[in-house]
């Protein structure tokens, strides 16, 4: 501690009474929670029948949340703070149900838990029981921004939530266990992007309670010193507030948090008066108190205050051990809940006035509920920017190049709600042109050759996912917009992450009151067919994989073909509300197919029969050559013509799916196609080749219950990969132009013994293209600069 702090000034003795009586209530309200059916405000003896047959819940964390929230509204209300709180302890849940219900948001968003004996009857029944609530700070809490079941997330949400918010300021509670997660520990630096003069603050509090479930936490058995000089390093003025006397530490706590408050104000102050914005030295609160404290000391002659034994619930068995029923009685006793509550259960008048009012309260702040203050974009209108196709394959172009420009102008249009997110690839990914309105945001040190760093830039750059993950999703989640670009490979390095923002999004459709969201939206580019040169650490398409397992209504998986494809369906991804949308498009330049009106077109249906590349013409073809994604689209289109040219009498339809989720049956997945749909377009009978830009298992787990399923043939990717050549690797994959023809002759019936001379000179051609990639470095020409040319049959214009 500071010894410069007076701690005697912050608080009067009449403050510190009332502040002590509200974290008694918050105390009380939470071993409710965890252990009462009936009795809430114990007129009568404790019995067996008044708990609750399963206890569940965690105390241990929970005193000091019950701690840092009441300190957090005796500031707010001070000094009319705009305050959030963002909770890392997630199993703490109970603790903030209960300041919830104690500043009256709860009964405000659950009518019929009211604060009164029957409706705090009804908020201890409902924690952890069967059509309740879960144990967590989930989504029924108000105020909450996170699910707090997986640790690791709390401070990069909480610097997401602050960016282009000025006026507010987000508390931020880590968990001494959370902060020994990977996510967690690089999140200490997010104020190196947080630019003071136009962003709000975050005032991170370490709660170091000195265990996690079974063991020590680090943090809390390192010298204070090196975590001291930890914090300092990471670019803040750490506090310690540290004991386990109530009033010293309510003295000591007040006293803090206002020279935070007091530090976080000038140095906003300074950044926002002209003068030149540098990293300042943010404040920090260490914050050491007993683990479960004033929970029971000593439980069968063993310690549990202050140790592991804490984490859960103290008193085990209290239904059947009447030594644990009467210690639970005097536990709960020992808060005075007679002086808390009035006779009809309310909280007393004189704690009824400490919270905040209306929207200042943390658990009513408006942007915690961010569909709330959630403003559509304006967009620029995307087909401006597409490349002219006067024929199909014809225009060269990058399609995420292509983007960048109309990427750009998103930006210039929406200064204060929309950021783009990458792990310092931005520019890799051919997203450059964004960089001619904007920076990327940095407030540490600059020297001159650096490269469009500046306080004010809307693209954040970080070499790491989860950060970048973690920052979109507390914009998003406190009502703003983004577009999170990654090389495909490296995204499954936020799985996890985005699990837990599906279920948020699930949760949060069936909870009336919580607004829906801006959609998280992913841009994988750099992906696995052109990683030739990063080799086979580079190759992973599986991303996809991992999203369609979450909830249909939640997922949207898109693969545009070409340029101007992208630029619809990144217009529409940042138009659409509460999904998770994964774009996948190459950066390399590749033939553009579409014009801006076809690509259109193409894009609201989803998936569609192309025409100019068919010659099935208005009979039922022979074979069907589908495909997904730019690569097996520019094969598929490559072995059509050469089956045109070899096999004119084959009729051939191709199809291009952009939308993935079409392939299910609209039972499955809003956007699938009804069965008869599927079957005009795929046939009930005919082989069906499909050329895919994933793992091959996906689509026939998409396309399971469709009718001609034992018919359809997948080419993808096979974990198979070098550093090799860009058709090299399609060939190591089987996914070629020539191995596709070879599939189509192998597949179809009747055609293998008269196109016996045509499937050997395939297989002489992907021979002989390896060959040439050995002796030269590089794809046969004939190959690479292969381009579609159009059917001049006058019968198949």
């Known amino acids: 501690m500071d010894t410069a702090l007076d701690v005697h000034r912050a608080l009067t003795d009449d403050e510190l009474r009332r502040l002590d009586a509200y974290w008694r209530a918050a105390n009380y309200l939470t071993v409710g929670q965890i252990y009462l059916l009936g009795n809430p405000l114990l007129r009568e ?27 957090l509204n005796r500031v707010i209300v001070a000094r009319d703070l705009n305050a959030m709180l963002v909770t890392g302890p997630g199993h703490g ?17 659950y009518h019929d838990v ?38 690791g997330y709390a401070l990069s949400h909480a610097y997401g939530a602050a960016f282009d918010h000025p006026d507010l300021v987000v508390a931020c509670v880590i968990g001494d266990g959370e902060a020994e997660t990977g996510p967690l520990a690089g999140s200490w630096l997010s104020n190196v992007f947080l630019n003071p003069a136009r962003d709000g603050a975050v005032l991170p509090i370490l709660h170091l309670n000195g265990y996690k479930i079974a063991n020590p936490t680090v943090l809390s058995r390192i010298p204070e010193t090196d975590l001291l000089d930890l914090m ?12 386990d006397d109530p009033a010293q530490v309510h003295r000591t706590l007040a006293a803090t948090m206002d020279r935070a408050l007091d530090e976080i104000a000038e140095i906003q102050r300074r950044a926002r008066s002209g003068g030149v914005v540098e990293r300042p030295r943010w404040p920090m609160i260490i914050l050491r108190t007993p683990k479960g404290w004033t929970g029971p000391r000593e439980v069968d002659d063993t310690q549990v205050e202050g140790t592991y034994r804490a984490h859960q619930v103290p008193l085990s068995g ?38 905040p009012r209306g929207d200042r309260r943390m658990s009513a702040n408006p942007v915690t509920n961010g569909g709330v203050v959630l403003r559509d974009l304006a967009l620029p209108d995307f087909s401006d920017y597409g490349v002219e196709v006067p024929e199909p394959g014809t225009t060269m172009a990058s399609a995420t190049g292509v983007l960048g420009p109309w990427i750009r102008d998103v930006i210039s249009a929406n200064p204060q709600t929309f950021r783009l997110f990458g792990p310092d690839e931005v520019a890799s990914n051919r997203l450059g042109a964004a960089f001619e309105v904007t920076d990327r945001a940095w407030v540490a040190a600059t020297v001159p050759d650096d490269d469009h760093l500046s306080p004010d830039g809307r693209v954040m750059e970080v070499l790491s996912e989860h950060l970048c993950q973690g920052w979109l999703e507390g914009y998003l989640l406190t009502g703003r917009h983004g577009v999170f670009t990654s090389y495909e490979a490296f995204i499954h390095i936020v799985d996890s992450m985005l699990n837990q923002h599906a279920k948020w999004l699930k949760v949060t459709r069936a909870i009336p009151w919580r607004q829906p969201l801006a959609s998280l939206n992913y841009l994988l580019s750099s992906h696995v067919w052109r990683q030739d040169h990063n080799g086979f650490s580079h190759q992973d398409p599986g991303f996809i994989d991992h999203v369609v397992n979450k909830k249909a209504e939640v997922v949207r998986v898109y693969l545009p073909p070409d340029a101007n494809t992208l630029l619809a369906t990144m217009d529409h991804c940042l138009r659409s509300r509460h999904y998770i949308n994964v774009v996948v498009a190459g950066k390399q330049s590749a033939p553009s197919w579409l014009t801006m009106t076809e690509a259109i077109q193409h894009s609201r249906r989803g998936l569609g029969i192309w025409e100019w590349a ?31 040219q070899h096999l004119p009498e084959l009729k051939v339809r191709l199809v291009n799916v952009v939308d993935l989720m079409r392939l299910q049956p609209d039972t499955e997945h809003p956007h699938g196609l009804p069965d008869n749909e599927f079957d ?69 019936p009747g055609l293998a013994a008269r196109a016996a001379h045509l499937r050997q000179r395939m297989v002489d051609a992907r021979q002989s293209a390896r060959d040439y990639t050995r002796q030269y470095g590089e794809d046969d020409p004939q190959v690479a600069e292969w381009r579609w040319v159009r059917e001049t049959d006058p019968t198949n214009p």
Not at 94 to 105: K, Q, R, S
Not at 232 to 243: F, I, K, L, N, T
């Open 318 to 355: 209290v239904r059947d051990n009447p030594a644990h029923l009467a210690e639970l009685e005097q536990w709960l006793r020992s808060y005075g809940p007679e002086e808390l509550f009035d006779a009809t259960g309310a909280p007393v008048d004189e704690l009824r006035t400490l919270p």
């Open 614 to 644: 068919s010659n099935d013409g208005g009979s039922e073809p022979d074979v069907v050559l589908a495909c997904c994604g730019d690569v097996p689209t520019l094969e598929a289109l490559a072995a059509a013509e050469l089956l045109r």
């Open 114 to 151: 009211a604060r009164d004996e029957v409706g705090m009857s009804r908020l201890f029944r409902q924690f952890s029981f069967p059509g309740g609530i879960p144990s967590h700070v989930a989504a029924d809490v108000p105020g909450s921004i996170h699910e707090g079941g997986e640790l």
């Open 232 to 243: 300092r390093g990471s670019g803040y003025q750490p506090y310690v507030v540290a004991g």
């Open 93 to 109: 849940g109970p603790a903030i149900v209960a300041n919830t219900w104690l500043e009256g948001t709860w009964s405000e968003r």
């Open 45 to 71: 003896p404790l019995t067996r029948d008044d708990i609750k047959p399963r206890l569940l819940g965690h105390w241990g964390t929970s005193p000091g949340l019950n701690l840092i929230y009441a300190h």
């Open 680 to 748: 005009t377009i795929f046939t009930t009978d005919r082989t069906v080749i499909f050329a895919y830009h994933g793992y091959p298992w996906l689509i026939h787990r998409l396309t399971y219950r469709r009718t001609n399923h034992e018919n359809l043939h997948v080419r993808g990717y096979r974990e198979e990969g070098t550093t090799t050549t860009p058709f090299d690797m399609v060939m190591l994959n089987d996914l070629d132009r020539f191995h596709l023809v070879i599939d189509v002759i192998d597949r179809v």
